[in-house]
């Protein structure tokens, strides 16, 4: 099809405008015959455009398909008017400033801050392709750095404008891109100085133009360089041609350089160099435009000072630089004048008045001679063959020299600090690549163009010879990796250009020729270059004058004035000035300045040296190009031969490089945000080469769709039965086979489809005519359907309506007949009415006087009848009186005489039968009947024997048959059991013979272990008794702490005792209904406090349930077996209804508590006051059986009285003492007391048997012997005392008295330390034997709990065996605990019983082994201790304080066991947090022991541990989790144990007496929580990193519903891709937290913030993707978000539903985002709309709206002023302060929601810890 055929009615085209350039319009009839007749679509307008030639048809206007893509070579009608308006409506409609023009980046100036620059931007361009976002400058430079990466290949950026367009932002945002992305934490911190160098230069190089308020005014060339890591290593720069003649000239609306203005605003700061207002100067005031709108001086000037320092410029070096500029400015107010001596102005030469003020300044701030200064600036020396001439010069001149000075200062001092900069971002780190960034003025042509836009334009002419090459190389490339057939494509070549220029007869040549010649003008080089220059074809002579010249450039014609072409040339300052300025005395920075000119000038050394792997860059010297150097001999080089040389350097470079293209474009000269003035657009589209990259790729194929996007999109073109899903590249070639018939028209690639201009816009509209085509059938079918449906409805309509009409007139005339009969019935009936009355009244008359008559004699008959009837009866009732009467006197006298006529015949009778029953007959009689039935039955019995005998051999016969029938069936299963037993007993045989050899095997095996048992059992037995003697050390260190216990115990049971007080009273008086049940109580306690209980102790249920009431309870752990543990069962006991059978109603449960607790309280006093009472009473026993035992001596008995009633009367004293103490605690003080008392009687009395030891040594057995000898010794032991008196010791028998006195007492002490032995030995065996059923029952009770606590309760049966078996362990556990304390006390009674025996053996008693004759002998001190002394061993376990004591020199081997080798399977099997708990323990021992510097060094080493296993670990979530937890732990038992109250509130007695005592962990505590903080992070950053590949297949790109998105659809996803992959990583990473035991509220946290990135970042990328911008994408993503909403609602349920809901609420934003696609887009729907976008912000809605395509034309389109609208309710709602707020455009992804560590006590005893086998702790660390 030819182009012209395109050309039809409907068809849309583009007309040229004066103003705008290129308007739209339409075809209005097909075209014919040179004319085509065309309607402006905006006024209406009919035009006739005639056509001269068919090859210059209007441009086509695309298709809306393509209208607003982000590459302009996408489009399908490549051309001038439609980049331009693609441009436009990226700009204007969609507020979109970057678009692609293929890999050219156009940027326009949007003159407005926008928010699409924040670290979010930068986080989502990072690693994604050029394309698969919206355009953006952080594309370009994640394209750099990924080539970087990739290739290994220097790359750079080009950023290219004209003055205004925003070269400067986009290169400090692409240099911004590449500090973020390749940031090295080093400490010189490069990229903070890369970007600090940004100010600086802004500051120093660029001013306010009439086009640009921050117009940069050089050229500068910045090298990022990275390592081999491709981090940032360094960085330098280089500048080009400074605008240096801005400093002594602005034109009008312009200002000078900023820093001359930041320096005028800080002037109060600085006063030494006395400055002024701007106004004030002649350097700053001629723009007449000092201001920048939005711009503060002050605070840019603080700045840049920042700036300076961040870079290394030393405060000196600061404030001899602002000196300099401050001397600058003086120096262009020192006012020059003619001399005043003289008369003629124009003669005379220029004067300056001593006086100057400012020629004072500036010599003062300088240190130079004022007179040489003023001397020089205005003479001039002048060198002739023969002498050197002073001569005065004229004002003008003398001006010029001034300015040029003040220009040559200035470019010094901007090379130097160029030179500071780059001698700042030098590192000595390895420089492997780097990155380029080139901010280069772009072409200009004004309408005076001088030397400036010259070399301007020049570097503008070799930069776009570089870029139409490289561009078409890429284009070359792109044919050729696609296996295309192509043609050589032809693009301009701007190399005559440049020959002009650069040739050694050119431009250039000749300029520096010119200025070499003494008497050299600017008219004699422009003569110069008409008359050698005339045969380049790019040269031109101007039509008038010969002062300019034109020279034909890629983008436009320019015409050059040569005015003040030499001057800018050579660049030329006063040698005499120069050297009065270099002796400046008071500004170091001078010579410095200067001095490195000369440097420059005498070995051409460059500030910044290229990178060592450049070898293409030649060897020309790379300062800073603002000051051109000497050549070597001596000449000073020219600027422009200086500017060339190095422009080639600069593009040797770019050479070596992969160069990237940013083309900035200035959209009006008003600085108008968003506004597009097409004609200046235009002018720069041509400059900056973009309209040249689309006429190449235009040459070619310029439309390039994807195989599967084209089948996707064109499958319409082709028939249903020649679709082939499996073969698209070959329906692809089916379908254009069909419709382009030019086989020239297009090409297949290897994966694309390329088409030439105008082809995918054809097939548009052949797709666009098809589907009108079937809209069109589809609209007959729909509105058939509509017709018949409206047709059949009227017909039943009408049918209805006649049915109506007839029913109507049908009821109205049967109402008619009706209403007749009704009248003609109501006349009859009426008629009826009326007869019938008249003859009721007649008949009523009659009946009324018959009835009167007839009445009348009727009542006469009747009075008579009734007077008849009562005469009747009254003779009825006489007669009947009268005959009853006869009767009654007959039957009486009848009956009389009957029963004398039978009384007389009884007794006749009777007398008869008494006589005949006397009579033998009358027996005889009787027994007859009986002696008949006798014989009759002695018949029958002999029948019956007879019979019987004949039976019996038959019976006999029988019973031998059936007992050979029951013989032979025994036989028969006998022989079958024998059978069957035979195998049994073989397969026996050979089973017994196979557990035979396994027994011997066994035995062989038991021996062996036996060895090995008893060998362990020696090796035990050494480690036992060596830990015994370990333990009776550490007992006495104990002893004082056991005190500290006994006391803080008595305190805590008063405490408690009065807080049950308190309970008491308030449940009292808030339980009514139990006060009587409470004043029982009550009387019983004191009852029981005051009599003494009985000895029996029975266990009651509330003694069970509640024995934990002052004891340390524990939660179930599980079965993990690390500890052993017990739940409280108080919670059960209270759940039960103890009221079940009462009749008053069910009891609340808080009153059986109170209930519970009360009689728990009293059985533990009856408890010890049974206790007591019985050792009382055994005391009183006692007492009385010696006070009842016979006296044997007078004397003795006489002692033994009163010892006994001393002792008495101290034994009552004490059971009193005993008696009133209500409570264990005082119990056993008073016990403790008693036992004291006693052992000092026994040491007193001990003393006594010593002394009469030594007196009866040698006793014989007669008493007479015995007393003379002991008499012989006493007096012999007291001569020494008594002297010659010593029969008084002795008199009147006194020592044998004493002696026998003595024996009674000892013989008293033996049967009292017998009885008390056996008491105690009673005690032992009952407790022993109580142990060992404790034993037994806790063994039962930890197999339950291990079996059935550790599964969930299935019904209320199991929950309720599960309560039950938590309350008996309870029980088990409290009784072993009482087991304990009795072991206790039975071991110190032992110790006071053995210290008794030694006593009384030193007192000479030695028949005391009968004493220790018992079950349970004392055992010794080095007793070994046997195996099977089981209890003895567990209540050594049970002594644990809770701590692990370790050497300073295992430290190491304890962290990597505990910390660094530890896995999570190993983990998952001990008790959650256990190292947390080990590490506590061991701060616990150091505490105790007061180690300080251990306990530093331990926490430090924690730390460390810790994170280097993470660091190890740093991609393992379930290293994460585990460590999470375990600091989490470990910061709780420090707040726990800490002894702050306000952690205490939950802990029990025991955890209370465990807090640390010395240490203040506070700081470390702190420590801890950020170490925690960091983990947690840490977990989320690598969950992040985890979902973060998986958030855009899942959500964005995976479909449900294939084909649904549109034409730009992604590819297929791979199977499990999807949600389902998605999900699987939440369930995985929510298990890891769950299995290790994080926190729940941790747990909902991280998963909140989990899902908040999810949702920032679909959103972000759904904000940059305009792909995903349309309704099917929208339909899709909602579904996809939907499986999330979901996975949270199950899986997170368990956290509850606040939760649940705070975390779908962090998903709002993406999922309002896409309902915003999916709504409708109606100006009447914008309220809805601004109410559904609650979550999103105004830009946010505004940058979807404006990214939203409609896939099919049919689809409706977002208008301006919906999008308007929708923007401005959104500000209304957000209020006044909103526009004060920054906005960003994308979520901030990096956002971390703010986390506490709740307080989380744990209620595991320390001391039940065990040290599992697996962590591999044995032997260092030891339980305390």
């Known amino acids: 099809m030819t182009t012209k055929e395109l050309y039809t009615k409907g068809a849309r085209i583009w007309v040229e405008h004066p103003e705008k350039v290129w308007e739209s319009a339409t075809v209005s009839a097909d075209y014919r015959s040179g004319v085509l007749i065309a309607k402006l679509d905006q006024t209406g307008e009919i035009r006739q455009i005639k056509i001269k030639d068919e090859n210059q048809m209007p441009p086509l206007r695309n298709p809306s398909l393509l209208i607003g893509q982000n590459d302009l070579t996408s489009l399908s009608y490549l051309h001038e008017p439609a980049v331009l308006h693609n441009l436009r409506v990226r700009f204007c409609d969609r507020n979109a400033i970057y678009t692609y023009c293929g890999i050219v980046l156009v940027a326009i100036n949007p003159y407005n801050e926008l928010p699409i620059y924040g670290d979010e931007t930068i986080m989502a361009y990072r690693g994604q392709s050029m394309g698969d976002l919206d355009p953006h400058i952080f594309a370009v430079s994640e394209e750099a750095y990924t080539k970087l990466e990739r290739e290994r290949r220097d790359q750079s950026i080009i950023v290219s404008g004209e003055s205004g367009a925003g070269k400067t932002v986009s290169a400090k945002y692409a240099m911004r891109y590449f500090a973020a992305v390749g940031g090295n934490a080093s400490e010189t911190q490069v990229e903070r100085k890369v970007l600090a160098s940004s100010p600086i230069m802004e500051a120093i190089g660029n001013a306010k133009t009439t086009r640009n308020d921050n117009s940069s005014r050089f050229g500068k060339f910045i090298e990022i360089h990275f390592d081999e890591l491709y981090r940032i290593s360094g960085a330098s720069m280089r500048t080009y041609l400074l605008e240096k003649s801005r400093v002594v000239y602005q034109s009008s609306g312009e200002r000078n350089y900023h820093v001359f203005y930041q320096l005028c605003a800080a002037a109060r700061s600085m006063p030494e160099l006395q400055l002024d207002h701007q106004d004030s ?33 030393s405060e000196t070096e600061q404030q001899n630089m602002f000196t300099v500029l401050a001397c600058i400015l003086h120096l262009g107010n020192i006012e020059l004048t003619c001399e005043p001596d003289s008369g003629d102005v124009e003669e005379d030469g220029a004067y300056i008045d001593p006086n100057d003020k400012h020629l004072q300044i500036v010599c003062s701030l300088l240190g130079v001679a004022k007179p040489e200064l003023s001397r020089w600036l205005t003479h001039r020396r002048i060198a002739s063959a023969h002498e050197v001439i002073v001569s005065r010069m004229d004002t003008n001149r003398a001006a010029f020299a001034r300015d040029a000075l003040a220009k040559r200062m200035y470019g010094e001092m901007f090379a130097w600090l160029v030179k500071c900069v780059n001698r700042a971002l030098e590192t000595e780190q390895n420089k492997s690549h780097f990155i380029g960034v080139l901010d280069i003025y772009g072409f200009e042509t004004f309408e005076i163009n001088s030397f400036e836009q010259f070399c301007i334009n020049y570097a503008n002419e070799k930069l776009q010879q570089q870029f139409n090459s490289h561009v078409f190389k890429l284009e070359q490339d792109e044919y050729i990796k696609e296996e295309i057939s192509w043609k050589m494509i032809d693009f301009y070549d701007n190399q005559p250009c440049i020959d002009l220029i650069e040739d050694r007869l050119g431009v250039l040549a000749l300029l520096d020729e010119q200025c070499r010649v003494p008497q050299g003008s600017d008219q004699g080089f422009v003569a110069k270059l008409h008359e050698s220059c005339h045969k380049y074809p790019h040269f ?30 050579r660049d030329t300052v006063s040698e005499e000035q120069l050297e009065c300025i270099k002796s400046a005395t008071s500004c170091r920075l001078i010579h410095a300045m200067f001095d490195s000119d000369r440097v420059s000038e005498g070995n051409a050394t460059a500030t910044l040296p290229p990178p060592s792997r450049r070898r293409t860059t030649p060897a020309v010297p790379l300062t800073s190009l603002t000051q051109p150097p000497r050549r070597a001999s001596g000449q000073k080089q020219t600027v422009g031969a200086q500017f060339r040389a190095s422009l080639s350097a600069l593009m040797a470079t770019l050479s070596a490089t992969t160069p990237h293209y940013v083309r900035c474009i200035k959209p009006n000269d008003t600085k108008q945000p968003f506004q597009f003035h097409p004609a200046r657009a235009v002018n720069q589209l041509r400059a900056c080469g973009v309209l040249e990259t689309i006429r190449i790729s235009a040459a070619g194929f310029p439309s390039r769709w994807l195989y599967q996007d084209f089948f996707n999109r064109y499958r319409l073109l082709c028939a249903h039965k020649e679709l082939d899903r499996g073969d698209i590249k070959g329906t692809c070639r089916r379908i254009l086979a069909a419709h382009l018939k030019d086989p020239d028209k297009y090409q297949f690639g290897a994966t694309k489809i390329f088409f030439r201009a105008g082809q995918v816009a054809y097939l548009e509209k052949i797709r666009a005519d098809i589907q009108r085509l079937y809209c069109v059938r589809v609209q007959s079918c729909v509105r058939r359907f509509v017709a018949r449906r409206k047709y059949l409805r009227r017909m039943r309509a009408l049918r209805g309506l006649q049915a109506h009409c007839r029913g109507f007139l049908a009821r109205r005339k049967a109402q008619e007949v009706r209403r007749t009969r009704a009248a003609i019935k109501i006349q009859r009936y009426l008629r009826g009415w009326l007869a019938r009355r008249q003859y009721q009244k007649l008949r009523r008359l009659a009946i009324g006087l018959q009835a009167h008559a007839r009445g009348y004699l009727a009542r006469r008959l009747y009075r008579d009848a009734r007077r008849v009837k009562a005469a009747l009866t009254i003779q009825r009732y006489a007669r009947g009186y009268l005959a009853r009467k006869r009767v009654k006197a007959m039957r009486r006298g009848i009956i009389i005489a009957q029963a004398a006529v039978r009384r007389f015949l009884a007794r006749r009778l009777y007398k008869r039968l008494r006589i005949e029953a006397r009579s033998l007959d009358h027996v005889k009689t009787l027994n007859k009947g009986l002696e008949n039935k006798i014989i009759s039955l002695q018949q029958k019995l002999g029948e019956a024997q007879q019979k019987t005998k004949a039976l019996e051999p038959l019976a006999a016969q029988l019973a031998e048959a059936k007992a050979k029938l029951e013989l032979l069936r025994l036989v028969e299963i006998e022989a079958k059991t024998l059978k069957v037993s035979i195998e049994d007993k073989d397969s026996v045989i050979a089973a017994l013979q196979a557990e035979l050899a396994s027994e011997r095997d066994s035995n062989k095996q ?14 035990e037995r050494e480690a036992w008794e060596g830990e015994s003697e370990k333990l009776a050390n550490e007992l006495k260190s104990s002893k004082e702490q056991f005190d500290l216990a006994i006391e803080e115990r008595d305190k805590q049971h008063e405490q408690e005792k009065k807080a049950l007080s308190a309970e008491l009273e308030a449940e009292r008086q808030s339980r009514q209904k139990l006060l009587s049940t409470q004043y029982e109580l009550q009387e019983r306690l004191d009852s029981l406090q005051r009599a003494p209980a009985t000895k029996e102790h029975r266990r009651s249920l509330s003694d069970a349930s509640n024995n934990s009431q002052q004891e340390t309870t524990v939660e179930d752990d599980f079965g993990y077996g690390s500890v052993r543990s017990v739940e409280n069962s108080r919670p059960a006991l209270e759940a039960v209804n103890w009221s079940a059978g009462a009749h008053n109603g069910p009891m609340p449960i808080a ?27 055994d005391l009183e026993e006692r007492l009385m059986n010696r006070l009842s035992s016979p006296p044997t001596n007078p004397n003795l008995d006489r002692f033994k009285v009163e010892e006994l009633e001393i002792e008495n009367k101290k034994l009552r004293e004490h059971l009193d003492r005993l008696r009133s103490a209500g409570d264990t605690t005082l119990l056993t003080k008073e016990v403790i007391d008693q036992l004291g008392i006693m052992q000092k009687e026994l040491d007193r009395r001990r003393d006594e048997c010593i002394q009469l030891k030594s007196v009866l040594t040698n006793t014989k057995p007669q008493w007479f012997q015995t007393l003379k000898n002991v008499t012989v010794n006493l007096k012999s032991l007291t001569t020494s005392s008594y002297g010659s008196d010593v029969d008084i010791v002795n008199e009147d028998g006194e020592l044998a008295t004493a002696y026998e006195t003595q024996k009674g007492i000892n013989r008293q002490l033996q049967e009292e330390l017998m009885a008390e032995k056996k008491f105690y030995s009673d005690h032992i065996s009952k407790t022993k034997a109580e142990i060992d059923r404790l034993r037994e029952e806790n063994e039962k009770y930890q197999k339950l709990l291990s079996v059935e606590l550790s599964q969930e309760p299935k019904n209320k049966q199991q929950e309720f065996a599960q309560n039950e078996i938590i309350k008996l362990a309870a029980e088990s556990l409290a009784l072993q605990e009482r087991v304990d304390k009795l072991s206790e006390s039975c071991r110190r009674y032992k110790n006071q019983i053995r210290l008794l025996v030694n006593k009384l053996r030193e007192a000479g008693i030695e028949d005391v082994s009968d004493i220790l004759e018992s079950n349970d002998a004392v055992v010794p001190q080095n007793a070994s201790l046997a195996p099977e002394i089981a209890p003895v061993t567990r209540k050594k376990e049970r002594e644990y304080l809770g701590m692990f004591e370790y050497k300073i020199q295992d430290e190491a081997k304890i962290i990597k066991k505990l910390i660094t080798d530890l896995k999570p399977r190993t983990a998952v099997t001990l008790l959650p947090g256990l190292p947390a708990y080990i590490i506590f323990m061991m701060l616990r021992h150091m505490d105790h022991v007061d180690d300080e510097p251990k306990m530093h060094q331990l926490l430090k080493a924690v730390r460390i541990g810790v994170k280097k296993t993470l660091r190890k670990r740093a991609d393992s979530v379930e290293y994460s989790a585990l460590w999470l937890a375990n600091m989490l732990r470990l910061l709780n038992n420090l707040r726990q144990y800490s002894g702050d109250a306000v952690y205490q509130k939950e802990n029990t007695p025991r955890q209370n007496q465990q807090c ?17 903080v960091q983990i947690y992070q840490g977990v989320i950053t690598l969950l992040e990193r985890q979902v973060e590949r998986l958030i855009v297949g899942a959500i964005l790109e995976y479909e449900e519903i294939s084909g649904l998105s549109g034409p730009a659809r992604a590819p297929p996803s791979p199977p499990g891709a999807g949600p389902a992959r998605l999900k699987q990583e939440l369930s995985a990473a929510h298990d890891h937290l769950h299995t290790y035991h994080v926190d729940a509220s941790l747990r909902v946290m991280i998963f909140k913030q989990l899902f908040y990135y999810i949702c920032a970042y679909s959103l972000n990328q759904l904000l940059l993707r305009k792909d995903l911008c349309c309704w099917a994408k929208g339909l899709q993503i909602r579904y996809n978000i939907s499986h999330l909403e979901n996975w949270i609602k199950e899986q997170l349920a368990e956290y509850g539903q606040k939760s649940v809901d705070e975390i779908l609420s962090v998903l709002k934003p993406i999922t309002q985002a896409v309902q915003l696609l999916q709504a409708r887009k109606s100006l009447a729907d914008v309220q809805s709309t601004v109410d559904m976008c609650s979550n999103l912000t105004a830009m946010q809605v505004c940058k979807i709206l404006n990214m939203y395509t409609p896939a099919e034309d049919y689809e409706v389109k977002v208008t301006r002023e919906f999008i308007h609208e929708i923007q401005k309710k959104m500000q209304e709602k957000a209020g006044p302060n909103a526009d004060k707020e920054p906005q960003n455009l994308l979520m901030d992804s990096k956002m971390i929601f703010s986390v506490q560590f709740p307080f989380n006590p744990s209620s595991i005893r320390l001391e039940d810890i065990e040290l599992p086998d697996v962590l591999g702790l044995e032997g260092l660390l030891t339980k305390i």
């Open 281 to 313: 100067f002649h350097y700053l005031n001629q723009g007449g435009s000092p201001d920048i709108d939005g711009v503060d001086d002050l605070r840019a000037f603080n700045e840049t000072k920042n700036a300076l320092t961040t870079l290394g410029v």
């Open 540 to 569: 031109m002579k101007p039509r008038f004058g010969n002062q300019a010249f034109i020279i034909k450039h890629f983008a436009d014609n320019v015409e050059y004035q040569c005015g003040g072409f030499l001057e800018k040339n």
């Open 1006 to 1019: 038991l021996i062996e272990e036996k060895k090995e048992i008893e060998k362990t059992y020696k090796i």
């Open 1151 to 1177: 009153d059986a508590g109170l209930v519970l607790r009360m009689q728990n309280r009293i059985s533990a006093l009856q408890s010890e006051l049974s206790r007591t009472t019985k050792r009382a009473s």
């Open 1556 to 1572: 640390l005592r010395i240490f203040d962990l506070s700081e470390y505590r702190q420590l801890l929580s950020d170490t925690a």
